[in-house]
């Protein structure tokens, strides 16, 4: 009785941390989904409608590329469209050096007068949000980087010192293993690598909720893992990282790159800092729109018929203590799509056990496209990717 008491209560205490953290903090600095599969899956064009949760707005610019006719990124957490408020007012203003320094390096030498010179053109919300955090992006700061800063950067922050400051030779199997060029070379230098990742310190960090609550995981997440994973969250990481970091070529592989060095490289980068395809950005970059709102909030106050939508693994977070919110989510995205709208989701179990009975009669999935390509995935640490078509 104690012991339950205890436990409910340790529950209620990280769901309130959870609650605090997403209503007051950045939290994700960088897209943490692969917008290389989900294009795959899209198929977008120039008839597309798409809606896409915002996160920190990487994907809505890489989908940009294939020429929707409409981006709405849908987001909560109001800071989070702020960042892509951001980067869309650099792309407007046209001068590729500055986008790149700001978001490839994650630090601009003169970050203050460029924000002044972008300020007006941001919403009032974004600017209230970037007038007291634009010293995210000053290099004199000691973690140099936009990329260490929001919750997700503070967690990377501190892991990554710790595995840098714990010797020499990991440090240097860490950047040759970013360096790769092949697999063989990947697993070679991941055995020596494994050992050092598993300290004390990485399986006492992911056993804390509030470092999990940081990286925007929360409690149903973290059930969801348990339930589904005999060697629990430490287990679950282990086996995504030991796949990912052996299995799926790195030398592209910005998302671990940036949380291990604090930047891009020059070709190791989403898509919207290449500068290949920035000329494409200014044309169309008003094709995008944010929202701050629930996906359900969105799809109330812009009904519509919509192409696709892309889910993220937020349904995740509303399967565990908001079924009501889950049901009104999957009846308002089907009222506003058409036969054939396509929807792409993650989750980080290995099934979508959690959907309503009744959505299953009206989606068709497609486990033949999405298994082999679940399995290519630069993230890496999802449970499973799904992808389906309305009936
Ligand atoms: C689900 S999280 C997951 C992060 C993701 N895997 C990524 O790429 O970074 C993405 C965003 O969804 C937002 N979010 C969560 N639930 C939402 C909802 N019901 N409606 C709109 N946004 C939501 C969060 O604020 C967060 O910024």
Known sequence: MVKTLGATL??????????????????YNMC???PRIDRQLLGLDGNSTLVVLTSAGCNALDYLLDGPAEIHAVDVNPRQNALLQLKLTLIERGDFD???QMFRRGAHPRFRELYQAVRPRLPDYAAAFWDKKISYFDPANPKHSFYYRGTCGAVAWLVTRRLLKSGRKLRDYLFDLLDAQNLNEQRELYTR???????RFSTWLLRQPTALAMLGVPRPQIQLIQQRHSGGIVGYVNDKLRHVLTEVLIHDNYFWRAYLTGS???RCCPNYLLPEHFSRLRADFGRIHTH???VSDFLHTHPGEYSHFVLLDHQDWLAWHQPKALEEEWRLILENSRPGSRILLR?????????????RRALRFFPN??????WQDRVGTYGSLHFAEVA
Not at 11 to 22: G, M
Not at 193 to 199: D, F, N, T
């Open 10 to 27: 340790r529950h209620q205490a990280h769901d309130l941390f959870f609650k605090t953290v997403h209503q007051r903090y950045l939290i």
């Open 32 to 34: 943490w989904e692969d």
């Open 98 to 100: 500055d986008l790149e």
């Open 193 to 199: 690598i494994e050992p050092a990742l598993w300290s």
């Open 264 to 266: 891009y490289s020059e």
């Open 292 to 294: 701050n709102a629930t």
């Open 347 to 359: 989750s980080a179990g290995n099934d979508l056990g959690f959907l309503p009975e009744w959505t």
């Open 369 to 374: 496209r999405t298994e082999p390509l679940h």
